[in-house]
């Protein structure tokens, strides 16, 4: 487990992470959301020591990073894929990884070929592609079989059967009891992948809860009704204060309310239905209403 006690990080006057107080799981995958500039990586840095907190502390198992022998074998993190020297191959840079981390060496060949690299491993690093470097550090992080495994954006540069592949992963490495971090724009990835969220907009906690509760609590999930007396069902709801939307003569959209109780208020009513589902917003819409006020670099559309 993760634990972020009051995390904050100051760039001269500018507070990047404010205040971040909360535990990431084991055994399931939390997402790590927020705009550009929110400080997602700014907090991963943190949790492996590579930048100071300016207050508050982060613990991996109960222990700081700096505190952890042998560190990969604890918690493996793929934060810049790029930051490997671009003149070692990657074999080459997995074996000094091990080396240095009490790691047997046969971890090498395993981890390159759960990711795939193949003979691309003896490339240099700096001849390989985006996806490639992405897969040589999600091989690193693999490495000391870790319990703890970290991810910025890792699905960046991966082609469709990449992306697809990394989602298999998270599953796995969370089935398999181990705490996955993973940050990510890509909404539609995130919403079959996590179980979890951690929602961040300048710096600050929007959000930490599973992904449903999320789900549920957008304005956009809502209960959709079939009755032959829609007229009259709209009515009842709105005298409940619930939101109506009529959709046509014979269907309405209700916001705000969960469907047992659109139900009971039917039931009540005497309005007989013909159907009646949850409508669910998709991630992607549920975090743009939750990060609304937090965008810092937006485009003028
Ligand atoms: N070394 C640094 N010196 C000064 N400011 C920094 C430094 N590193 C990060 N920042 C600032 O901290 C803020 C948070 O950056 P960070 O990279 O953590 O955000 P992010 O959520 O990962 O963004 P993105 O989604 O764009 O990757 C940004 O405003 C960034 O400019």
Redesign the pocket.
Known sequence: MISLNGLTKR??D?I?VSDLSLSIKTGAVTGFL??????????MRMIVGLDRPSAGSVTIGGLPYARITEPLRTIGALLDARAVHPGRSGHAHLVALARSNGIPLRRVAEVLETVGLGAAARKRAGALSLGMSQRLGIAAALLGDPGILMF??PVNGLDTDGVRWVRGLMRSLADEGRTVFV?S?LMSEMQLTADHLVVIGK?RLIMDAPLTEVIARSSLTAVVARTPHAGELASRLTAAGIGVERLGENELVATGAAIERVGDIAHEAGVRLHELRTREASLEQAYQELTEGSV?YGART
Do not use: L, M, Q, R
């Not at 927020?34 to 907090?43: L, M, V």
């Open positions: 760039y001269g500018k990047v927020g705009p550009n500039g929110a400080g997602k990586s700014t907090t910025d954006e940050s724009h710096g810092e």
